[in-house]
């Protein structure tokens, strides 16, 4: 039964009622099984932590040694788009055109 609603009853429900009632010993597989399964998760959860920490020092490593200008860092320098090429409306220097309301020209 504990098996069949592994996923619909919390642990601590089935730990008190096993404890109250004298049930430890058929409750016993369902929580060793449980107890497996928290510990694969948080190793699985150790490691992607570990990969994504080593993943931002050497991401902060490159930011830190590459120029601030040929880096692209600044919004003056790189514009709004982020990209290499001239924004719309000829607007090369990173501003957007802001609405006036003006239609002249």
């Known amino acids: ?23 430890t010993d058929f409750t016993m597989p369902f929580m060793i099984n449980y107890l497996a399964q928290q510990s694969s998760t948080i190793a699985e959860l150790k490691k992607d932590n570990e990969e994504r920490k080593l993943k931002e020092k050497s991401q902060e490593k490159e930011e830190n040694n590459t120029p601030i200008l040929g880096g692209n860092r600044l919004m003056i320098t790189a514009g709004p788009t982020g990209r290499a090429s001239p924004a719309p409306y000829g607007q090369t220097n990173g501003f957007a055109p802001q609405p006036t309301g003006y239609s002249g020209f």
């Open 1 to 23: 039964m504990l098996y069949a609603c592994y996923d619909l009853i919390p642990i601590h429900v089935v730990m008190e009622l096993s404890w109250r009632h004298g049930l």
